[in-house]
């Protein structure tokens, strides 16, 4: 069975020209054409009138160089008051101030090592004052005089008593009775032309001594030995000496050994003596001068 063409379909085809004509022409074409030329004018008015009518704000300076945030602002510095400088210490060369307080410190120093050798001095002194009394000897304490006073020649002159000492004025009283019995006897010892009875009576008085003793009177033999031995009881080996110079050479003689003894302890005394007074002074004249 056939199918009978459909009448357009039959129909002479069209000329394809006429449908571009017909589209071009429509009024939607005309209708862009406008717009177009509105937007060109738009275009030119805002170009050349835009910056009379809007005119641009001034952007700030931190914008204009590229910053998105001004800087925060600083607090004004204080005004600085120019003040008077103050005096500053060099390390190399201390002030004045400073060499005079070092300078006082040393002389202070100075003075208390002084004061405490004087008085060193002073107590080693009275130490060897009190050992040498004795008849013991004492070179301790005479040594420890010696590391602590200035060297004298009574420390040397001691230095020869020391190891042996020297007896004390209690065994000097005690042994002088009998050197003086021996002195009264032979002070009274006959001269050579002296008699038969003269010899006799000396023999005896070598076995029985009598001679007055205290207060004897004149200057005899006996006066001399009497005042002697008080002032060796009273403890003046000096005077004592002084007083026996007056005796005969017979009776020195009879007194030697114990003049020895005697002249030792009062050089011994002596000398101390000195020693003691030269450390007290010192430590006086430290006292008054303050140091």
């Known amino acids: 069975m056939s199918v009978s063409p459909d009448p357009a379909e039959l129909s002479a085809p069209r000329d394809p020209g006429s449908y571009g004509r017909a589209r071009v022409m429509g009024p939607a074409f005309w209708a862009m054409i406008i717009f177009g030329l509105l937007c060109i004018v738009a275009g030119y008015v805002l170009a050349s009138f835009g910056p009379r009518m809007f005119p641009a704000k001034p952007r700030p300076a931190a914008e204009a160089v590229g910053f998105s945030s001004p ?16 005096p500053t210490l060099d390390a190399a060369t201390p002030s004045a101030d400073v060499a005079r307080l070092a300078q006082q410190l040393a002389t202070l120093e ?14 080693a002194a009275a130490a060897l004052m009190e050992a040498a009394q004795t008849s013991r000897p004492f070179p301790d304490e005479l040594a420890a005089l010696a590391a602590v006073a200035p060297p004298s020649a009574d420390l040397r002159s001691l230095r020869s008593y020391a190891e042996q000492g020297a007896p004390s004025r209690a065994a000097l009283a005690a042994s002088f009775p009998d050197y003086a019995a021996r002195a009264a006897a032979a002070a009274r010892s006959p001269r050579e032309d002296a008699g038969l009875l003269a010899r ?25 030995l009497a005042k002697a031995e008080v002032e060796v009881e009273e403890g003046d080996i000096v005077a004592a000496l002084n007083t026996l110079d007056r005796l005969s050479p017979a009776g020195k003689t009879a007194l030697a050994p114990w003049r020895v003894r005697a002249e030792r302890r009062a050089d011994i005394d002596r000398r101390i003596a000195q020693v003691r007074a030269l450390a007290l002074e ?7 001068s303050g140091g």
């Open 71 to 86: 800087a925060p602002a600083q607090p004004a510095a204080p005004a600085l008051v120019p003040t008077s400088p103050e």
């Open 282 to 288: 010192d430590l006086a004249g430290l006292a008054r």
């Open 110 to 123: 100075v003075r208390q090592t002084r004061a405490a050798q004087a008085a060193a001095g002073a107590l």
């Open 200 to 224: 006799i009576g000396h023999a005896l008085s070598r076995i029985v001594t009598i001679r007055r003793v205290g207060d004897v009177p004149g200057t005899g033999v006996d006066a001399v």
